[in-house]
């Protein structure tokens, strides 16, 4: 087991039957209001649950919310037999939903998964608590101070597909921002998610934090998800992780604000003032080390002057790994080869071993292109002009824009924040990454010694 710094031992009771059974018995209660209850009404005591829980560990220290990570960890590490065996009956019912390999692939739970979430875990605890942390602090001419305080958002509902690990990250990001969650995972992994929400509720009794801080939504009804966008006397912010359909239909939908990303069509821009080597390791680590992650590079921009350069090479390497290369017309003449891009070509978020190539006149055609066709996620440009990337860096609407390196380094581990909860693409409260300090918001304070207003 890894060791967590930062962990007031002196916290800590004594865990026993009693927890074993108390737990029980709420498993039970689950089962008997999900035959006499209706959805409306289980998602409503839910969130009446959750707003309790949220003022509650608002104001927990570090110490009470680093131990509860701890425990989480201890708890996944004594259950994996019992996490894998949840998890074989998800497989199962996957397998003869005939879901795809990949779907399945998604939904396995074995020691290594077991070993990252508990990694996970460690990570966040060893984190900076952002509760409480006063930015700006100043005097002004009426002899006040001001300064804006960070603290939590309140209670978070986060709708996800797939990935029983998504269950892990959210409750410790949520926990550790002084929110309380609600967490609703995709039926394909009701079981997994069921029994890694055993492990949570008994960490937190463990260190003394109420269960209702994190909720694991039991129902695979399609109608708890209706229900939590719309709970807005409850329910402070909403985020889905997912596929673009689930993403689109919540924001349709929600009746709460909403954290989203819709797709990630990312560019990598190659200058005429370019070091063509720094492009070419650039534009093949941003497509080519995952396929399937909303990083990666979608379309090349190629400058004019420089595309019977680079272009051949780009395209010989790119043709070894497999990549279905689609280009325009321009890019077509310098490599014959090209598939033919079309319009839907340039707003498409592949996911997959393809990419779109379209030749430019200069930067500004570039910086055009991008924010016609891309999702504001994640765009680079190759260049030695210092102007020229200051330019980039000023007028690409995107969440993060980068300057000679690789769009893969869009992803809140690589950025120093320790886990995410995903990317938002939003323009509001948090943009890009979403860490600790995106699920909390800042309120104004002020200090003063008796002074009063003219």
Not at 334 to 363: C, F, H, M, N, R
Request: glycine share 6%; charged share 25%; proline share 3%.
């Amino acid at each position: 087991m890894a060791e967590f710094t930062g962990v007031n031992e002196h916290v800590e009771p004594v865990f026993n039957a009693a927890l074993s059974s108390a737990v029980a018995i709420q498993r039970s209660l689950y089962v008997k209001s999900e035959q006499t209850m209706s959805v409306d009404q289980y998602m409503q005591e839910l969130g009446e649950k959750a707003r309790a829980a949220s003022r509650f560990i608002a104001r927990a220290d570090s110490s009470a919310k680093n131990l509860a990570l701890a425990k989480m960890a201890e708890a996944l590490d004594a259950s994996r037999q019992a996490l894998m065996a949840a998890n074989a009956k998800d497989i199962d019912n996957a397998i003869a939903k005939n879901l795809s390999a990949p779907m399945v692939d998604r939904l396995r739970i074995n020691d290594a998964t077991i070993d990252k979430m508990i990694i996970s875990l460690t990570q966040v605890a060893s984190l900076p608590d952002p509760v409480g942390s006063i930015d700006g602090l100043r005097y002004l001419d009426s002899g006040i101070q001001l300064g804006k305080m960070r603290v939590p958002l309140g209670v978070i509902g986060i709708i996800y597909e797939s990935r029983p690990n998504v269950t892990i990250e959210a409750a410790s990001l949520c926990l550790k921002s002084g929110n309380a969650t609600i967490l609703r995972g995709g039926s394909e992994a009701i079981h997994s998610n069921k029994a890694i929400a055993q492990c949570i509720t008994k960490a937190l009794e463990q260190a003394q934090l109420p269960a209702d801080v994190v909720q694991v939504v039991e129902t695979t009804d399609r109608e708890a998800v209706g229900k939590l966008i719309t709970m807005a006397e409850y329910v402070d912010i909403i985020i889905p992780r997912g596929g673009k359909g689930l993403i689109e239909r919540i924001s349709r939908d929600a009746k709460v604000p909403v954290i989203k990303h819709l797709d990630g069509i990312c560019h990598v821009y190659i200058d005429d003032q370019a070091d063509l080597e720094k492009a070419l390791k650039i534009a093949l680590n941003a497509k080519t080390r995952r396929y399937g992650v909303c990083n990666a590079m979608e379309t090349l921009l190629i400058h004019r002057d420089v595309s019977e350069q680079v272009l051949p090479e780009l395209c010989a390497e790119f043709s070894k790994k497999g990549v279905e290369l689609r280009g325009c017309e321009v890019s077509r003449d310098v490599v014959p080869q090209l598939l033919v891009a079309t319009e839907e070509d340039w707003s498409t978020e592949y996911l997959a071993g393809i990419l779109s190539i379209k030749i430019v006149d200069d930067l500004a055609a570039a910086i055009e292109h991008i924010n016609k066709y891309g999702s504001a996620h994640t765009d680079a440009i190759v260049t030695e002009n210092y102007a020229k990337s200051r330019m980039f860096l000023r007028e690409v609407d995107s969440s993060s824009v980068m300057v000679n390196a690789s769009t893969a380094f869009a992803d809140g581990f690589e950025y120093g924040l320790g886990a995410e909860i995903g990317i938002s693409t939003d323009k509001i409260h948090v943009r890009g990454p979403v860490g600790l300090e995106g699920l909390t918001s800042q309120k104004y304070i002020v200090l003063g010694d008796g002074e009063i207003r003219s």
